[in-house]
DNA sequence: GTCTATAACCTGATAGAC
DNA sequence: GTCTATCAGGTTATAGAC
């Protein structure tokens, strides 16, 4: 039986770890003592903790993007002139996410970590390898829903890729405040209750929240104004 | 001019720079530095970091959730017998935070980095003090949604949920994915987007993604099967 | 090229003087 | 209650064995 790499192995000890001890509560030791290496190994591969982070993300992120433009343009072609309709277009963006959770559960929880740090320099390699994605997809939902502005589609982008991201990493919150009724447990029921939200808030009629006196805060109630 | 309490002091700095430079990058010496207090200080009031990080969570997530009850009882007597619209619900749900959001930027960024990491012991007091406003909301929703059973509207407010956090944690990856067109800038017109969103997904009609052969992933694509 | 041993430096926590 | 000194344990860097 040949031993896998130190380098993979490394890698998946830490997103296992990350995953499960949280990023600031794991550390290098944690990580080479779980994967049989030397301390030193991960700073000769990867450079630092934070080096280590990188790969870790990129090596399934890449992939993930690459899938879900892969079938947007499946359907594009399956649909030719005719606009791809929303719930197909969000089946391409969520589906190859929920699959990849199914395969590797660790991954997505260390993404949610690193997606809520928005100055954290991992970030941005992650916002680097979304750009196609969000471009592609935002170019679909306009020809779909053509009656909706174009700043309004990208905001709504952005609401459903935080229902999405929620869902992954925060399932666990739900079950306890469900009462253990709501459950990841399948992949299919997720996504289609996922698309079924989405797909509805897409083709949301705006909103105006009418100004009613009674539901003013009162004056006691207030917090302290903080500047800076 | 009169100073303001150490412990205070060491609140604030403590906020700022968790959101500004994370969680994991902010060390207790940055925080007394800039509170102007000393590295015992904090360990003296607090415990420890994680007891300083737990009460500056606590201090602005008990009022908040006060007032998204309270502004929920409002409407459930203003409407009497009659069910209150999803739309107003959603108002007393999402209001107060973006609220809070202009108030105190740092402070939602802070809470995005824990719900993120689902194990930590700080996570849990936040699901304490969020049960409360699921419980209410919920049923609420029931008597709106009639024709939406229980678990799905479970799902659906953990949806929205996810789209709210992430609206105010990651608005900065919006911003520079719009090309600078989406900006958290006006308070009202937040909102609106959001409950237009979240309004037409809670009412979503139930959804069932066909099984087309010509949307499979081809095997030459597999990744690796992780367990554990 | 791959990995190990070791050292330098930083961080959180604490005992005890004031 | 406040601050200093110090410690155990973490991350990073580097020289050199294999």
């Known amino acids: 039986m040949k031993e896998a790499k130190t380098k993979e192995r490394i890698l998946d000890s830490a997103?296992?770890?990350?995953?499960k001890k949280g990023l600031k509560h794991t550390s290098v030791r944690d990580?080479?003592?779980?994967?049989?290496?030397?301390l030193a190994a991960v700073n000769y591969h990867f450079r630092s903790k934070d080096g280590l982070l990188?790969?870790?993300v990129q090596r399934r992120i890449v992939p993930l993007n690459r899938e879900r433009l892969r079938l947007l343009d499946n359907a594009a072609k399956r649909y030719g002139k005719k606009a791809v309709p929303v719930e197909t277009a969000l089946h391409a963006l969520l589906a190859p996410a929920i699959k990849l959770y199914f395969e590797s559960p660790h991954f997505l929880r260390v993404t949610g970590q690193i997606v809520s740090d928005p100055d954290d320099e991992v970030y941005k390699i992650f916002l680097l390898h979304f750009q196609d994605v969000f471009s592609g997809f935002k170019e679909v939902f306009t020809e779909s829903l053509p009656h909706i502005e174009d700043e309004e589609i990208m905001?709504?982008?952005h609401?459903?890729?935080?229902a999405m991201i929620h869902t992954w990493t925060n399932h666990s919150g739900l079950e306890r405040l469900s009462g253990g009724v709501c459950k990841l447990s399948d992949e299919e029921e997720t996504i289609n209750r996922l698309i079924a939200f989405c797909a509805a808030g897409l083709r949301a009629p705006k909103y105006n929240h009418p100004h009613e006196d009674s539901t003013e805060v009162p004056e006691k109630e207030k917090r302290s104004i903080q500047k800076d």
């Open 155 to 157: 905001w709504r982008i």
């Open 159 to 162: 609401f459903l890729m935080g």
């Open 31 to 38: 990580i080479t003592g779980e994967a049989n290496a030397h």
């Open 54 to 56: 990188r790969e870790v």
């Open 15 to 19: 997103e296992k770890l990350f995953a």
